[in-house]
C-alpha cells in the first residue's frame, strides 16, 4: 500500500506559540489530502480537505485562521496551529488520496500535540 | 443523512472466535465502503474495502459483507487473534461525487481478543 509520513510525532508547544505539522506522501502523488482531529477513544473528525494548488475547503466550525493548511505540492502538506491554546492538544492525522490509490485514502501514523 | 452508524461499541472475542462489526448508512450515494484499523497511538491503516456491486469480499481472514438494500454492511474477523485488538472504524464515501473522496467514519468498535 502507499505510504504516507507525518512530521514530528509529537510535539509539546508553549501556550500562544505556532505549530507546523507536515504530511507527506513518499510513494504516490497525493493530488487530495485530508486533515484529521482525533479525540480520546472518539472517532475521527475531518477538519479540511485540501486539494494541491487550491485553497483547502474547511469542515463547519474548523477555524481556517487557526488551523493554516497548505498543499503546496502533490507531495506535501502542511497544517500550522496557530497561537496555540491547551484546548488545541489533540492527535492530528492526515490522508491521502491521488489517481493510482483512487478514492483509497492511506493515513499517516498522526500527531500529538500537546499545548502547555 | 450523511451519518454511518457503527455498533458495536466495544466487542470481546476469545481466541479463535469470530469477531462481527456492524455498519448501516443512510445516503445512498456512498458507493465506496473501506475499513479501517487502528493501534494506540497510531494512524489507522486500511483493511479491506467493497463498492455496492457486491455482496460479499474476503481477504484472508477478513470478509466484507455488504446488503444494498438494507444499506448495511459488516467486518467479520475470523479465527480472532489477540493481535487483531484494535479499534475498528467503518467508513463511507460519494467516489464519483464532488466531495473529493470525503470519508464519513462509524463511531468506532475497541475489538478486545482474549487469549
Known amino acids: 500500500g502507499a505510504v504516507v509520513s507525518q512530521h514530528p510525532s509529537w510535539v509539546i508547544c508553549k501556550s500562544g506559540t505556532s505549530v507546523k505539522i507536515e504530511c507527506r506522501s513518499l510513494d504516490f502523488q497525493a493530488t487530495t489530502m485530508f486533515w484529521y482531529r482525533q479525540f480520546p477513544k472518539q472517532s475521527l473528525m475531518l477538519m479540511a480537505t485540501?486539494?494541491?494548488?487550491?485553497?483547502?475547503?474547511?469542515e463547519q466550525g474548523v477555524e481556517k485562521d487557526k488551523f493554516l493548511i497548505n498543499h503546496a505540492s502533490l507531495t506535501l502538506s502542511t497544517l500550522t496551529v496557530t497561537s496555540a491554546h491547551p484546548e488545541d492538544s489533540s492527535f492530528y492525522i492526515c490522508?491521502?488520496?491521488?489517481?493510482?490509490?483512487?478514492?483509497?485514502?492511506?493515513f499517516g501514523p498522526g500527531t500529538r500535540l500537546l499545548v502547555l | 443523512q450523511q451519518q454511518v452508524k457503527q455498533s458495536p461499541q466495544s466487542l470481546i472475542v476469545q481466541k479463535g472466535g469470530i469477531s462481527i462489526i456492524n455498519c448501516a448508512y443512510e445516503?445512498?450515494?456512498?458507493?465506496?465502503f473501506p475499513w479501517y484499523q487502528q493501534f494506540p497511538g497510531k494512524g489507522p491503516a486500511l483493511l479491506i474495502a467493497i463498492r455496492p456491486d457486491v455482496s460479499e469480499k474476503k481477504e484472508g481472514r477478513f470478509t466484507i459483507s455488504f446488503n444494498k438494500s438494507a444499506k448495511q454492511f459488516s467486518l467479520h474477523i475470523m479465527d480472532s487473534q489477540p493481535g487483531d485488538s484494535a479499534t475498528y472504524f467503518c467508513a463511507a464515501t460519494n467516489a464519483g461525487g464532488t466531495s473529493y473522496g470525503k470519508l464519513t467514519f462509524g463511531q468506532g468498535t475497541i475489538l478486545t481478543v482474549h487469549p
Open positions: 445516503n445512498t450515494a456512498f458507493d465506496y
Open positions: 485540501s486539494n494541491e494548488g487550491s485553497k483547502a475547503t474547511y
Open positions: 490522508s491521502a488520496s491521488g489517481l493510482v490509490s483512487g478514492e483509497t485514502q492511506y
